[in-house]
């Protein structure tokens, strides 16, 4: 299955759309494009936000499993998928995800990933791997750093995935809108989150290493940021 990806730019928003499929699965060609049209949208000056979601019905069903049964190396989705969901916490600009429908397994990954994220109404979100029998190795990093473990096990340990109002319950989304709304309401959270740019492109990553480090560590590491804004 060949990678697609649509790119539009809405202003300074640059939007990432999955075209992949009837379920928008991820395979290492698609992250790999994923990842560097992330990166080049980062280096663009006249980028300031980067909007994350799917064509058609589903925002992103996750890995094509059925590629690694038929005898893919589970190997190269793996690293490829832990190199993608390791980039969006780096970037200088932020994240939303407007997600239209399904984030389902590595989909509800790059929800959780996201800075953002709003939700049509109808839409599901979360692992569903333990109902095949695996477990969400990956694709439960972001999830249980977005939630902490008490509540990422509710979805994580069952399959089970959240509906859209319980993950809006659990800050897994910030806003739950009737479908069709869901780009334009990330778009008006991007609009927000892009006010200062310039600022925004040293703090973002800050805030996402600060948030691994205690209370005292990110207290240090902050000091020295702080003076370098006035270097």
Not at 154 to 173: K, M
């Amino acid at each position: 299955m060949s990678a697609r990806i649509e790119v539009r730019t809405e202003g300074a928003t640059r939007v990432l759309t999955i075209d992949n499929g009837e379920r928008n699965l991820l395979d290492p060609p698609l992250m790999d494009q994923l990842r560097s049209l992330l990166l080049e949208a980062d280096t663009d000056e006249q980028v300031h936000a980067i909007l994350l979601t799917g064509a058609g019905d589903t925002y992103c069903g996750g890995l094509d499993i059925a590629a690694i049964k038929q005898g893919a190396d589970p190997r190269d989705f793996a690293l490829t998928l832990a190199e993608l969901l390791r980039t969006i916490p780096r970037l200088g600009v932020p994240v939303a995800s407007a997600v239209n429908g399904d984030g389902l397994a590595s989909g509800a990954s790059l929800v959780a990933a996201s800075d953002y994220a709003v939700a049509a109404e109808h839409a599901r979100i979360g692992t569903v791997e333990v109902s095949a029998g695996l477990w969400p190795m990956i694709a439960q990093v972001p999830v249980i750093h977005r939630l902490g473990a008490r509540r990422a096990i509710e979805n994580v340990g069952s399959g089970e995935p959240f509906t859209a109002a319980r993950a809006r319950e659990l800050g897994l989304v910030q806003q739950v809108v009737a479908a069709g709304d869901e780009v334009a309401a990330a778009l008006a959270w991007l609009e927000s989150a892009s006010r200062a740019p310039g600022a925004a492109r040293d703090g973002r990553p800050s805030l996402y290493e600060f948030a691994d480090m205690s209370y005292d560590d990110a207290l240090d590491a902050s000091v020295p940021r702080f003076l370098a804004l006035f270097d």
